[in-house]
């Protein structure tokens, strides 16, 4: 059975579900699998806990806090939001960049989130199962090694794409402070071509923030209830690395 498990575990088939009762097409039961490497595990994390301080900093950012009171050179709050953005948004990069590598060397679960098989007739019935399963249209969950359809869908949109997106913007406008000359400029000034309005790449900027807020509320939700209602570990799995399908 374990070299069945670690056969689905590296193939390309295992996009298809294992049905409830663990029989599925592949003939395997409920082991414990190991899915998500280290490198994997560390960059969900580090680049969740830098979303979520680039949410908050670039909230406030937007929406300044009201005037304090006081000496102007003994307030620095602001300064320090920026700060916090600046340096979570360069982290963020910094993990994304590693993530995307990691996709060239590490196993197959690490590539999903990079790329949609479109061509697959089998994917697409998944995703359509899957839609039906989070709208309570059916009664049993199929069970799968490392995302289901829907999830690599998602994930390849709301998380690669829309932070890609966020990481290009924000280094465009950051190089706005840095100067021509800089790396940042180099690399990213190109976005003022496409939008030359600075504001405009603020607003589209601001626009991708309030996207990504929407798309954690969805994978948390999402996470939970499939941990609680399909029977399989989910969010566990992101910190032991292993997929454990349960009774």
């Not at 663990?22 to 680049?47: D, K, L, Q």
Request: hydrophobic fraction near 50%.
């Amino acid at each position: 059975m374990m070299d069945a498990v670690a056969r689905l575990a590296e193939s390309e088939r295992d996009l298809t579900g294992i049905a409830a009762d663990g029989s599925g097409e592949h003939g395997v039961g409920r082991p414990t699998v190991y899915v998500y490497e280290a490198p994997v595990r560390i960059c969900h994390w580090v680049n969740a806990f830098s979303i979520i301080v680039l949410m908050v900093s670039g909230y406030f950012i937007g929406t300044p806090l009201p005037t304090v009171e006081g000496e102007a050179s003994a307030n620095f709050v602001m300064g320090y939001v920026r700060f916090a953005h600046f340096a979570a948004g360069q982290v963020l990069a910094v993990f994304f960049l590693v993530r995307i590598l990691w996709a060239f060397v590490g196993n197959h679960h690490s590539r999903q989130i990079f790329y949609i098989p479109v061509h697959r007739r089998q994917f697409w019935k998944e995703v359509l199962h899957e839609i039906r399963w989070y709208a309570f249209l059916e009664r049993e969950p199929k069970m799968y090694v490392g995302h289901n359809p829907l999830a690599q869908i998602a994930m390849f949109v709301g998380f690669t794409l829309f932070v890609a997106f966020m990481i290009v913007t924000g280094f465009a406008l950051y190089s706005e402070g840095t100067g021509i000359d800089s790396w940042q400029h180099k690399l990213f000034g190109w976005v003022f071509a496409i939008w030359p309005n600075s504001q405009d790449v603020h607003t589209w900027h601001h626009i991708g923030m309030w996207a990504l807020v929407v798309f954690a509320t969805v994978h948390i939700y999402a996470a939970v209830r499939e941990d609680i209602m399909s029977r399989q570990s989910i969010i566990s799995s992101m910190i032991s690395g292993e997929r454990q399908f349960r009774d």
